[in-house]
């Protein structure tokens, strides 16, 4: 079946460090991939996402490429800050038909100080 | 706007009684989905439905149930057979093309 693993966390980082938060999946067929993320006491909004090898997701200054080789979808960020604090959950999703389900990481929790 | 709306944002559940969720969506999307997330394990998928009157468990129905009886609604009943209710539940829609979008969440918890 499919799988999503992300690094252990949590991560706690200075404003205006790099940020890299891996990402690699176990998938049977071609997935789309996404990353998405959680303020606290909220709902999960999409960060972004790429359908198909190579592809690269970008959204606010952070990207993700799609790399089939390695089956991985890294989130990075050059300079991150206070407000990007929060969950982050990587999924995959692949269609079968008609019907379309996300598989999710156990997600990582990304905290910055100022 | 459009959106996603769940209510209550909190919910308390006494021992033995059951209580229903509510989800709306006026994205005129097709899909409809419920999660349960708990802390360090992610999202679960609990049902999904992809067309009204239609609908399918996920990988932790039990004690769980949904109707699907307007495009616009998905309501979720935790039902006194889930033993272990306390968790934070995601409501999501799609239109179909593999993206989901997320409503705000309820927490329920037991007293």
Redesign the interface.
Known sequence: GNSVTQMEGPVTLSEEAFLTINCTYTATGYP?L?W?VQYP??????LL?A?KADDKGSNKGFEATYRKETTSFHLEKGSVQVSDSAVY?CAL?E?TG?????T????ITLSVRP | DGGITQSPKYLFRKEGQNVTLSCEQNLNHDAMYWYRQDPGQGLRLIYYSQIVNDFQKGDIAEGYSVSREKKESFPLTVTSAQKNPTAFYLCASSPGLETQYFGPGTRLLVL
């Open positions: 789309s996404f998405y006491g909220e709902g999960l909004q999409l996402k359908t959950f999703s269609s008609a019907n379309s389900k996300l999710f990481g156990k997600g």
